[in-house]
């Protein structure tokens, strides 16, 4: 994990308790969810909702998978 990869982890965790109502010094962009891009931000947070928040730490997440370059984590295994 490199330092861009760190800060979105971070990000995304800053992100997760902004949502469980806890301050924040993210913000969106323009006041626009950085994940869907429309709708307004909640505020402090830069998200519009807790479903963008994690489809974005999803997202974060396959693409760290994808790239190999982070061993796996939370990730369930199903035989
Ligand atoms: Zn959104």
Redesign the pocket.
Known sequence: MDDADLAQELEAAIITIALLNRPSRIKGLNGK?V??E??PVVANTA???AE?CEDHRKHTRELEQRGGSSPPRDRNLED
């Open positions: 969810c994940w869907c429309d709708q998200f519009c909702s963008c």
